[in-house]
T-cell receptor
Framework: KQEVTQIPAALSVPEGENLVLNCSFT??????LQWFRQDPGKGLTSLLL?????REQTSGRLNASLDKSSGRSTLYIAASQPGDSATYLC??????????FGGGTRVLVKP | EAGVTQSPTHLIKTRGQQATLRCSPI?????VYWYQQALGLGLQFLLW???????NRGNVPPRFSGRQFPNYSSELNVNALELEDSALYLC??????????????FGQGTRLTVV
């Protein structure tokens, strides 16, 4: 059974600092990995998708890496802004096509 | 292009009643997924529909059921509502399973409150 862990559960940084969010998983037999953002009480916004054969993806200030051998993915957010405050979730898609989510990291960027 | 749309936004029901939640996928998407996010808990997979058929079901009681229509929109039905069914219900869509694993896009959710 796939287990996905995100540590830390919460993170507070001053504006301008780079954010590093971690996601670890137990089964490397995945199709892809997605990073999402969730604002309180809202739905999920897809940030980046990394296919199983890829090592990283970039979009603007966001960069995500995937290392299946170690069961890890990292989301980097450069030069954080108060608007980046949200909960960030990683999710893995594997056999059965369902997404298995981590518990999320709640991020607060202080002005 | 419209994203995944869910209705209603909020729903208040009494324990024992039935709730029906609706989801319209992104145009061109045939796969629809349902997830439950109870307050303070993680996202739990409920159901996956693709091209009109139920393809996968999470570890949920039979009270949870659904269907997918010919236009690929979907309904989630929850019968005999219990207080612990109170949660944010999220729908996601993606391309057909025949295309291979593709990016999932989520709606804004339906907040179900059972009193």
């Amino acid at each position: 059974k796939q287990e996905v862990t995100q540590i830390p559960a919460a993170l507070s940084v001053p504006e301008g600092e780079n954010l590093v969010l971690n996601c670890s998983f137990t089964d490397s037999a995945i199709y892809n990995l997605q990073w999402f953002r969730q604002d309180p009480g809202k739905g999920l916004t897809s940030l980046l998708l990394i296919q199983s054969s890829q090592r990283e993806q970039t979009s603007g200030r966001l960069n995500a890496s995937l290392d299946k051998s170690s069961g890890r993915s990292t989301l980097y957010i450069a030069a954080s802004q108060p608007g980046d405050s949200a909960t960030y979730l990683c999710a893995l898609k594997a056999a059965g096509n369902k997404l298995t989510f981590g518990g999320g990291t709640r991020v607060l960027v202080k002005p | 292009e419209a994203g995944v749309t869910q209705s209603p936004t909020h729903l208040i029901k009494t324990r024992g009643q039935q709730a029906t939640l609706r989801c319209s996928p992104i145009s061109g998407h045939t796969s629809v997924y349902w997830y439950q996010q109870a307050l303070g808990l993680g996202l739990q997979f409920l159901l996956w529909y693709d091209e009109g058929e139920e393809r996968n079901r999470g570890n949920v009681p039979p009270r949870f059921s659904g269907r997918q229509f010919p236009n690929y929109s979907s309904e989630l039905n929850v019968n005999a509502l219990e207080l612990e069914d109170s949660a944010l219900y999220l729908c996601a869509s993606s391309l057909s399973r025949g295309v291979g694993p593709s990016e999932a896009f989520f709606g804004q959710g339906t907040r179900l409150t059972v009193v």
